[in-house]
């Protein structure tokens, strides 16, 4: 699979994606003027094309800001991990393709959202629900 954006060919699709209960959704937030994020997406890439069965979107927060919404990005890149419409991650992340799959095959196995998730975050997964 390759890696979902807020083009409007992809929304349908994302949308699909937090729906379904079972799917780990992994949204990369960053920037087009960010030279770490530049170099961060291949990688994102591979781990996309490792991880058919998951959903993997590259949000620019500037590009994207309809769908990025309120989400606070202190640092680039920071990754938010869906399961259906739950959180189970987000923060800033060590732009290492190893690190990162890591982190998001460990979050494979848990199913309890995160509390502390800010709400503009929680409610990403709305604001790709056509209206």
């Not at 996309?48 to 309809?66: G, K, N, S």
């Amino acid at each position: 699979m390759t890696v979902l954006t807020g083009a409007k060919e992809d929304r349908a699709d994302i949308a699909r994606a937090f729906a379904d209960p079972a799917r780990l959704v992994v949204v990369s937030f960053c920037a087009a003027w960010c030279d770490t994020c530049n170099e961060f997406r291949a990688s994102f890439e591979r781990l996309a094309q490792a991880r058919p069965q998951m959903a993997f979107v590259w949000l620019d927060i500037e590009d994207d800001a309809a769908f990025a919404g309120d989400v606070d990005v202190e640092n680039f890149p920071t990754l938010a991990v869906y399961r259906g419409g739950d959180v189970l991650h987000f923060g800033v992340s060590v732009p290492h393709e190893s690190t990162v799959g890591r982190l998001i095959d460990a979050l494979c196995a848990r199913t309890d959202a995160l509390r502390e998730a800010p709400q503009p975050v929680r409610a990403l997964p709305e604001n790709f629900v056509e209206r």
